[in-house]
């Protein structure tokens, strides 16, 4: 199967499913040498991708529990004759080949593709639990969409990546050309602001918990997770300080919140902490592709670097079904604290202010980022001196 990679600014337009199910099939076979005591029935809201993926991997294949994950994605179409008119997104390969692997281990999964934003998915998810009579010990929440719609009102909400409170103008790094560019930005508005809190924030975990909960179908012990990002000084203006920052503080308050509503049943609320990572959404935000470059290249030199699949893994078996994790004056378990450590984010600060295009290959490790941004729809980079990159059907996980 010979197919190139579209990639289109921050994005890539199509996807490889070979590659796709290879690059689920490498994580499953590391989580599976290391087994844990988890839930027996978890629910992921966003789990077709990234961190959200990766959850539902570990505790299936390292907890071995029965997984409901809900995800968006489209899926490939046919003719009347069979023969494909249009691929899939990545998102939907990767659960493809994540029921093949549940299927061929006699794991429990069900899965539901759709808007998890509506009250038409969650009423799918109480409907499939009823009619197994299970209860959840675990929800994963990791969402992240540029847009919700109110069914009832019909009212929707854009999310926006802007600065707050004054102008913000810096450089990043264009994923598909590997060179520097500036970037400037304006402040949000109000309106935006509140635009951003209401798709990103923490509304929607909460009435999917509470919805739940109404329905009597969290167990005693119940737990729920969400996923953050802090960072540093290089990216406050723009993550921290900026509108998805707000929408981050909502979601920490949406943990208290919780943690209070489910006293009854001795529930819990907890948000995760992760590194900067290649994720879709990271990827979009400007900034953050030549940071995670410079970052990648700083602590894959110090040894400490992690991939997607090694937080989740440390957070479940040191955090939340474990001990041995930090946590915060909030009450977040920490698995950012490599990234800031102090001799990374000074060796990080101090190439950022020489880099130009003719060193970027020096300073940062832009091969790193674009690999692992191709992997996230199923392509192995091939990196040239060009940058050309080619996809072909010859995958496997050590090429991945």
């Not at 009435?207 to 909960?213: A, G, I, K, M």
């Amino acid at each position: 199967m010979n197919i190139q990679p579209r990639i289109k600014g921050v994005i890539c337009t199509n996807a490889h499913p070979e590659g796709c199910a290879a690059s689920v099939n490498e994580q499953i076979e590391f989580v599976s040498r290391t087994p844990f005591n988890g839930p027996k029935t978890a629910l992921v809201v966003g789990a077709s991708s990234g961190y959200g993926l990766a959850s539902r991997i570990m505790l299936a294949f390292a907890g071995g529990a029965d997984t409901l994950g809900v995800y968006l994605d489209r899926a490939p179409t046919a003719d009347d004759a069979g023969h494909p008119l249009k691929q899939g997104t990545a998102g939907w390969y990767h659960n493809r080949a994540f029921e093949q692997a549940a299927a061929a281990q006699g794991l429990g999964h069900e899965s539901i593709n759709g808007d998890a934003f509506s009250a038409q998915v969650k009423q799918q998810v109480i409907d499939l639990l009823r009619a197994q009579g299970k209860v959840l010990d675990l929800l994963v929440y990791s969402v992240a969409a540029p847009r919700r719609m109110d069914e009832q009102t019909g009212e929707s909400w854009r999310s926006v990546l802007k600065p707050v409170g004054s102008a913000f103008q810096g450089k990043t790094l264009d994923p598909e050309k590997g060179l520097l560019k500036p970037v400037s930005l304006e402040p949000a508005s109000e309106d935006e602001i509140a635009h951003t809190v209401k798709v990103m924030g923490g509304e929607d975990w909460q009435q999917w918990v509470l919805r739940l909960q109404q329905e009597g179908l969290l167990a005693p012990g119940f737990k729920t997770l969400a996923y953050t990002y802090i960072g540093d000084k290089l990216t406050w203006p723009i993550y921290g300080d900026a509108t998805i920052g707000c929408a981050k503080k909502h979601l920490d308050q949406t943990a208290q919140q919780l943690n209070k509503a489910l006293t009854d049943i001795d529930g819990e609320a907890h948000i995760g902490v992760l590194k900067a990572l290649v994720t879709q959404a990271s990827a979009a935000i400007p900034v953050m592709p030549l940071y995670i470059s410079l970052l990648y290249r700083v602590m894959k030199e110090q040894g400490v670097h992690e991939t997607c699949i090694e937080q989740i893994q440390r957070l479940f078996l040191t955090g939340l079904y474990g001990t041995g994790a930090q946590k915060d004056e909030l009450g977040r378990f920490r698995l950012d604290e490599k990234e800031l450590a102090s001799g990374i984010q000074q060796e990080v600060t101090r190439r950022w202010a020489r880099l130009t295009d003719e060193n970027l290959p020096e300073l940062a490790d832009f091969k790193g980022f674009r690999s692992d941004f191709l992997k996230l729809f199923g392509f192995r980079d091939q990196v040239s001196g060009n940058n050309e990159v080619s996809a072909n059907n010859e995958v496997s996980g050590s090429n991945l």
